[in-house]
């Protein structure tokens, strides 16, 4: 008799050979876990197959009505009207009316503004197209070296899936049943080290290599008023959303309403001195949120086809024993789980990763942990449960986004190529690799100082 275990590993590598097709992920976990169950059922009777069919009546339904997941296509919409009502640029023009006095300073502005604009946004790929198009023309207009400006946009593009609100961070907290919110906290500190060694590795580079920059020049002091300006209400805006969010003020759901209604009452009075959102501007928006939470939640439904099928097919128990029982060192089984991370990084997009990957980790990390009421004084990573959903869930999201600057295929260097469409593929490798170096580093830190993962969840707690 064929073991269910088998028949789970041959469904788990023709996902990886659908998606490695470019079949829509969506529709490559709905193929798998369909043909995956009538497998199962026609090897073993008892596994029957027509109530796993039966399930798909509600089973769609029950996601999108579902309030935890209500929150996405607000972020989203939240993160259309801000490029709509071109908030990036403001974002970009304000922080270089600042940090464009110093050599580098317009390349550490493009990473300042990703880090902003992708809290909104909360998409990797989205935020390094939206800010390529802003901030590229402008490091080519100063003479910048091609391989530190594409590199420098390549890189800050990793910082929208952390930095609060991020659609990723909720998609993997329901997947565990971790507290959004505490996520939302957990994620303040590393995403903010990451801006800080990303605009060092700039300051580094411009000092040992000074043709790479120019040097800095002095902006008109009307035009900078004028960015700072208007680089004001686009701070309170997206400093209400995070740090409403991080220090637990209010949920989820409600700050990304707030969210939409602020940046949308913003975007119409910015018409008033002809800018800002146009009807049209926000036609588009309704229709590019409707296609992409549609699209969101196909994956979300194909997650959920697919995890019946492995999860009958024990695959999930199956390695959560194989942890337990193969004396492995904990610490080298997580180092293993987060270096896999990075390498499907390099072909699968984040979202799809984590709903792919998480739910095999995660039951091998309990037990590796030493079960789910683990205290932190006797378990193998020196957290309970609860502290070990927050910082994995760091970790993983940080190793995926550095899979998007990875060689060979990079997501977010493949995108920013396509914008410096005279700049061949490997500058822009050459550009992003301090960068990467420093990702490195710092998962190393998160790695070694859980605290800084752990500490404002806390502390805000009391």
Partial sequence: MIEPEFIGIIGLASLFVLLFFRIPVGLAMITVGIGGNYALSQALPYLRFEPYIMQFKTLLWNIVASYDLSVVPLFILMGYLASHAKLSRDLFQG???????????????????????????????????????????????????????????????TLGILIPPSVAL????????????????AAILPGLLAVAAFICVIAIIVRVNPDSAPKAQSMDPAQRRHAILRLIPVLIIFGAIILGLGMGIFTPTPAAGVG??????????????????????????????????????????????????????????ALAEWAATSGFNPWMVLIAMLVLLIILGCFMESLSMILVVVPFFWPALIVLNGGDYAVAETAAFGMNTEQLKIWFGIL???????????????????????????????????GVMPFFGAEIIRIGLLLLFPAMTLFLPSYLSG
């Fill in 260 to 317: 939409v209604f602020a940046i949308l009452a913003y975007g119409l009075v910015l018409r008033f001195w002809g800018e800002g959102l146009t009807l049209g501007g926000i036609k588009q928006s309704l229709l590019n949120t409707a296609v992409t939470s549609g699209m969101l939640y196909f994956i979300l439904f194909g997650a959920d086809v697919i995890k019946s099928f492995f999860t009958r097919a024990g695959l999930p128990a």
């Fill in 396 to 430: 993983a999201l940080v190793v995926v986004e550095l899979g998007l600057i990875t060689p060979p295929v990079g997501l977010n260097v493949f995108i920013i190529s396509s914008l410096a469409q005279n700049v061949p593929m490997k500058t822009v490798f050459r």
């Fill in 170 to 185: 909720v998609i993997y907290s329901i997947i565990v049943e971790a507290s959004i919110i505490e996520m939302f906290q």
């Fill in 95 to 157: 922080i270089n009316a600042i940090v464009g006095r110093f050599r580098g300073g317009v390349a550490m502005a493009a990473v300042g503004a990703c880090a902003g604009f992708g809290a909104v946004c909360g998409s990797s790929l989205a935020t390094s197209s939206t800010m390529g198009r802003v901030a590229l023309p402008e490091l080519r207009r100063m003479n910048y070296s091609p391989a530190l400006a594409t590199g420098a946009l390549a890189a800050g593009g």
